[in-house]
């Protein structure tokens, strides 16, 4: 069964700050990872994805994500956060034949002045 | 707007009445989910259509939820019965196909049965 882990239910960082939301991954097979960030009252946003390849990859507003291996992980990341930035974040895995998303708790990130 | 729409936004039910509603997803994809939010959790998959055939069902769906894509468009999930323990966000996706791997969702409509 396949399975994420955000073990931060709230990461605070400062505008202009880097950020970094944390997840990590269980599955059996290639995982193909996913972010979204959800608003208050509105769905789920497609940011970025792994499928194969360079193992940083890049995505919408500027955010990327690095995918671990070895350490089974695939955390967000921003050289510079903005206020606009804080939103709830949601670490999926599809991993193999499935058809579905497997998605992490979220992470509530705060950016502030 | 040529993203997943859906409808209801909202719906307010009593307990033991049936509910219905409806997703309209991004025209071209031939692959459409439901998923299920409560507060605090993230998105649980409920079912998934390729075309017009339901291909996988969760266990979260029990006999009291169906769901319908007869035209491989638009879908509805129902929910008959409705229990207190059905109050959530409901959330529909859309995808491409096997070439590309994201699903696109639409903005929810929130169950609340009292």
């Known amino acids: 069964a396949q399975s994420v882990a955000q073990p931060e239910d709230q990461v605070n960082v400062a505008e202009g700050n880097p950020l970094t939301v944390k997840c990590t991954y269980s599955v059996s097979g290639n995982p193909y990872l996913f972010w979204y960030v959800q608003y208050p009252n509105r769905g789920l946003q497609f940011l970025l994805k792994y499928i194969t390849g360079d193992n940083l990859v890049k995505g919408s507003y500027g955010f990327e994500a690095e995918f671990n291996k070895s350490q089974t992980s695939f955390h967000l990341k921003k050289p510079s956060a903005l206020v606009s930035d804080s939103a709830l974040y949601f670490c999926?895995?599809?991993?193999?034949?499935?058809?579905?998303?497997?998605f992490g708790t979220g992470t509530r990130l705060q950016v502030t002045l | 707007d040529t993203g997943v729409s859906q409808n209801p936004r909202h719906k307010i039910t009593k307990r033991g009445q049936n509910v219905t509603f409806r997703c309209d997803p991004i025209?071209?994809?031939?692959?459409l989910y439901w998923y299920r939010q409560t507060l605090g959790q993230g998105p649980e998959f409920l079912t998934y259509?390729?075309?017009?055939?339901?291909?996988?069902k969760s266990r979260l769906l029990s006999d009291r939820f169906s769901a319908e894509r007869p035209k491989g468009s638009f879908s509805t999930l129902e929910i008959q019965r409705t229990e207190q323990g059905d109050s959530a966000m409901y959330l529909c996706?859309?995808?491409?196909?096997?070439?590309?791997?994201?699903?696109?969702f639409g903005p929810g409509t929130r169950l609340t049965v009292t």
């Open positions: 259509f390729q075309n017009e055939a339901q291909l996988e």
């Open positions: 996706a859309s995808s491409l196909g096997r070439t590309t791997y994201e699903q696109y």
């Open positions: 999926a895995v599809f991993a193999g034949t499935a058809s579905k998303l497997t």
């Open positions: 025209s071209e994809h031939n692959r």
